[in-house]
């Protein structure tokens, strides 16, 4: 039997694996999107108090986060930095903005969500990514 970081490891990799999604990885403008995958953990938490008798008022705040598999990125070739967009579905995109400390085997970014003009208009998985090909030159005999 294998150690405990060991089973740990295998029981993370089997959770990316059931709960991971399509996304493709923006390093900059202009730039190539790289296929990859991601998991997206959105997590409201509570400000104040939960009062319903005095009626006290409860702000949610959101703080979105993106985990990736430090091995993917690697075989990848992809470098995890601030500012680099993360493009899920049509309408749904992600800023990475800054990294917890690498975790083992992941490496999770807390991220901005872009709005939905930011996000009009960005590749999406699924959408052809291969450059176009320049168009040939026209020749003419004569």
Do not use: C, W
């Not at 005095?54 to 430090?70: H, I, Q, T, W, Y």
């Not at 872009?114 to 699924?126: C, D, I, K, Q, R």
Request: proline share 8%; net charge negative.
């Amino acid at each position: 039997m294998g150690n405990l970081r060991d089973t740990k490891r295998k029981a993370r990799r089997d959770l990316h694996e059931r709960a991971k999604i399509p996304a493709l990885f923006i390093s900059a403008p202009g730039e190539q999107p790289v296929e990859i995958t991601v998991r997206v953990h959105t997590k409201n938490d509570a400000l104040g108090l939960k009062d319903s008798e005095n009626g006290l008022a409860v702000r949610r705040e959101s703080k979105p986060k993106l985990l990736f598999m430090r091995d993917e990125m690697a075989s990848k070739s992809i470098v995890l930095k601030r500012g680099a967009v993360v493009s899920v579905e049509p309408g749904e995109a992600y800023r990475l903005d800054n990294a917890d400390a690498p975790d083992d085997i992941s490496i999770t970014f807390f991220v901005t969500v872009m709005s939905a003009n930011e996000a009009a208009g960005l590749p999406v998985p699924g959408d052809d990514l291969e450059p176009a090909e320049p168009d040939e030159p026209e020749t003419t005999d004569g």
